[in-house]
Structures are given as structure tokens and as C-alpha cells.
């Protein structure tokens, strides 16, 4: 099942923050974020694995509570370069959602001046 | 390294026929899945090959299907294609459930 995201877009001027949240109805194994610009392919950002471990390229943080199968991308002190559309994806722990990185539908970022 | 490659990127097929689409993984990774992105649907699983080997599959017909080759590379195949099937189908490589490596995507319109 595929996981939701919120919110859908958001707009920001440079320099302010934003949360992208992503809630899934299963239990899940990981969660992934990668963010896609226009015309390009996505690329990764993050994974955050069942019992804490984290992975990733860029200085952005995310949180991922187990229990709610919840997670959290914090976007701070934005810049021009994160406005895209960002996904996560999901991993479940197990039955029909195990093995499938399914994701959401994606939160559209637009950073101005 | 090289990354995920394509081909072909674009192409325009009719009603009634078929498509193959080619991905070719990064050196190392056995793991290769395939994505349909849509702009009403988003970014839809398709399936997932390890070691040739399809392990996973998402809930399209059987006119969408794959093969992973010895090398990994992989195909994809649609019949009898249909309208709706216009969309960027993505490939992704990676190790095995970690991160995945995107390639440009096969852009496919079909009249």
C-alpha cells in the first residue's frame, strides 16, 4: 500500500525550513527519500532503517519513529537547489508490502528568491 | 563509476504493439527494479529482479513484464500496449534494498 505524504507542496523563500511528513498503514522495514528535479531522474537523499541506523549524502536530517510508522524529512535553511519534488519510499516488514520499495505521491518544493 | 543507463529514452508506439525497454545497472549492483511514473500516479512499482531472479512483483497485468540477463542487465517487455500506458518508465539499480541508482528513464508515448 502506498505510503502518504504531506503536504502535497509547499512554498518557501530562501533561508526558511519545512517538514515533509510520510505516514504508512504498514510496518515497515526502512524508509527511503529522494528528491526529483524537472526533467531528471531521482536521486537519493536518505534511508532510514528499523532500529535507528541512518544513511545519507546530504546534510539533511530525517526522523523515523517505528512504532508509527512515520517519517519525517527536515528541510533548514532552504535553498534554491532543494526546490523539487520530493518522494519517500518504503520498505514493509513484511506480507504482500515486503521486498516492494513502494512510494508516496510525492511533496512539491518551491524555493524562491 | 558509470551510472544506471537507458535505452532507448524516448520513443512513440501505436495502439495493439509492443515495447522493449533496456536498462543497464551500475558494474556490481544485482538488483534491478522497475518504476512507472506518471503524473497522476506517481512513481508505480513494477517489479524487481535479483540475480535474475524476479522477486517482486506490483499489481500490473501481464502485459508488463521483465527478464534480468547473467550480467544484470534487464529488460522490460509491454504488450499489446494501450493508452495509458504513456509514461517514463524508471529503472533502478542498487546492492540489494539500499540505495537505488535511477537511471533517465525511457519516455513512452503511445498513440
Known amino acids: 500500500q502506498q505510503p502518504v505524504q504531506s503536504p502535497q507542496a509547499v512554498i518557501l523563500r530562501e533561508g526558511e525550513d519545512a517538514v515533509i511528513n510520510c505516514s504508512s498503514s504498514k510496518a515497515l522495514y526502512s524508509v527511503h527519500w529522494y528528491r526529483q528535479k524537472h526533467g531528471e531522474a531521482p536521486v537519493f537523499l536518505m534511508i532510514?532503517?528499523?532500529?535507528?541506523e541512518q544513511k545519507g549524502h546530504e546534510k539533511i536530517s530525517a526522523s523515523f519513529n517505528e512504532k508509527k510508522q512515520q517519517s519525517s524529512l527536515y528541510l533548514t535553511a532552504s535553498q534554491l537547489s532543494y526546490s523539487g519534488t520530493y518522494f519517500c519510499g518504503t520498505y514493509g516488514a513484511g506480507g504482500t508490502s515486503y521486498g516492494k520499495l513502494t512510494f508516496g505521491q510525492g511533496t512539491i518544493l518551491t524555493v524562491h528568491p | 563509476k558509470a551510472g544506471v543507463t537507458q535505452t532507448p529514452r524516448y520513443l512513440i508506439k501505436t495502439r495493439g504493439q509492443q515495447v522493449t525497454l533496456s536498462c543497464s545497472p551500475i558494474s556490481g549492483h544485482r538488483s534491478v527494479s522497475w518504476y512507472q511514473q506518471t503524473p497522476g500516479q506517481g512513481l508505480q512499482f513494477l517489479f524487481e529482479y535479483f540475480s535474475e531472479t524476479q522477486r517482486n512483483k506490483g499489481n500490473f497485468p501481464g502485459r508488463f513484464s521483465g527478464r534480468q540477463f547473467s550480467n544484470s542487465r534487464s529488460e522490460m517487455n509491454v504488450s499489446t500496449l494501450e493508452l495509458g500506458d504513456s509514461a517514463l518508465y524508471l529503472c533502478?539499480?542498487?546492492?540489494?534494498?539500499?540505495?537505488?541508482?535511477f537511471g533517465e528513464g525511457s519516455r513512452l508515448t503511445v498513440l
Open positions: 532510514l532503517l528499523k532500529g535507528g
Open positions: 533502478a539499480s542498487s546492492l540489494d534494498r539500499g540505495e537505488l541508482f
